[in-house]
């Protein structure tokens, strides 16, 4: 009985191993060596200029950072293209007076993810995320402070979805 469970057990642990499982949480094939991180670009009203420059960077230092692909200029095996959607400057949190007493800062990206390796991988969906601040604020006494956490929040987002498989 303990020699079957032993072996049982052993076996199992193999082939979890023989898995695409690895310790850095990516769940990417084996044979997916390269990754294209195509310049995004812009459709929405606001944000600053290079926003689409810095998003970009964002995404091709998580992958260099936290995967073994080599980021290449095209014809990658995994590609990742899009645009920023959205930037937007809500009101939440309304007082009793009707007034917000906080503005919500979202930014929407539009994703484009292609796998030569697996195209059941394939999508087109939208990441958003958003930081609160002060309705006695501007955004502009915010932007600097928020922006970077809400691309931080995109990246993970977009890297748990294409690399991790979450």
């Known amino acids: 009985m303990r020699w079957s469970l032993l072996l049982l057990l052993s076996s199992s642990l193999f082939t979890l191993s023989c898995g695409k499982y690895s310790f850095t949480g990516t769940t990417l094939d084996p044979t997916i060596k390269t990754v294209t991180v195509n310049t995004f670009t812009t459709s929405a009203a606001g944000g600053p200029a290079n926003l689409t420059l810095q998003f970009t960077e964002r995404l091709k230092e998580y992958y260099q950072r936290y995967t073994n692909l080599k980021v290449v200029p095209s014809n990658g095996d995994i590609v990742l293209e899009g645009s920023i959607t959205g930037y937007d400057v809500l009101p939440v949190a309304a007082t009793a007076s009707d007034q917000a007493a906080q503005n919500r800062l979202q930014v929407t990206v539009q994703v484009r993810f292609s ?11 939208p990441f958003s995320f958003y930081q609160d601040f002060p309705a006695n604020q501007t955004l502009t006494q915010n932007e600097t402070r928020l922006l970077p956490k809400i691309q931080d929040q995109l990246v993970l987002d977009i890297f748990n979805k294409t690399a991790a498989d979450w």
Do not use: H
């Open 115 to 125: 796998n030569a390796k697996d195209e059941t991988k394939n999508f087109d969906q």
